[in-house]
């Protein structure tokens, strides 16, 4: 049963107790009232009784004493009743304030959890952002050196082409065709294109004079027309758009000469 309920019951039977002691002492009343008014006699004639006062006094007292016997259970029962809803009442007040001293715990517990928390969250949060900021800058840095790596070995490439370069081209045939196989991306094709226009225009300075040259280094053509298509069979193996380009301006800047020299020499 709940305490409620238990309250409820409780008063009602202190409630039950004082009517039947209200009730117990109104019929005492009655009683002795009527033992006072009407007092018991003993018979003895016909129309005669007799009153004897220590019989009266013999009654009234033991309806008395029952009436004070009776009056003191209730009285007694009543107390009973009395005590245990105090106990309840106090019993319900203490389980109250300890649920709300839990509740106000509870609550102060959430919320220092929730404040240390988001403080811990905070230092995490400022830990990583800093570990990446470190991370930002030595990637950068070694971006940085990355390039300069870079800078440093097209530089190295560049200048070993031209000092490869500054070799007859076509002793370099068979490696160019071997480096375009591989990196066709390269300046290789371009770059033999450009030394085999050197040749020719070293025969727009001067013919004969670099003929009688190429006989001396026995050279694999002594005509320009050789030389002249070896360019442009190397223009064709030229990726980059821009030297392409470049390499059909200067091959189209030299075909009248070539043209010129085919009809001299059929």
Partial sequence: MSGKGTNLAITAIMWTFWAAIIVLLSLLIVIIGKLVSIPPCTVIGQNACAVDGWTISGISANILAVGGTIITVLAALAVTAWWVKLDNRIAIQVEERVKNNMEMLRQKQEKELQVYTAQILE???????????????????????????????????????????????????????????????????????????????????????????????????????????????????????????NVNRELGKRKQFIEDWKEQHP
């Fill in 123 to 245: 230092e995490q949060k400022k830990s990583i952002n800093d570990t990446l900021s470190q991370k930002d800058l030595e990637i950068q840095r070694l971006a940085r050196q990355l390039a300069i790596t870079n800078d440093l070995m097209h530089a190295q490439e560049k200048t070993l082409l031209l000092g490869i370069f500054c070799q007859p081209p076509w002793f370099l045939e068979d490696w160019a065709k071997e480096c375009v196989a591989v990196a066709p991306a390269s300046e290789i094709a371009f770059r033999m294109a450009a030394r085999y226009l050197c040749v020719v225009d070293e025969f727009m300075i001067d013919a004969a004079k670099q003929e009688k040259h190429l006989e001396e280094i026995s050279a694999p053509y002594t005509d320009p027309v050789s030389y002249w298509e070896r360019a442009s069979a190397w223009c064709d193996e030229t990726v980059d758009m821009q030297q392409s380009y």
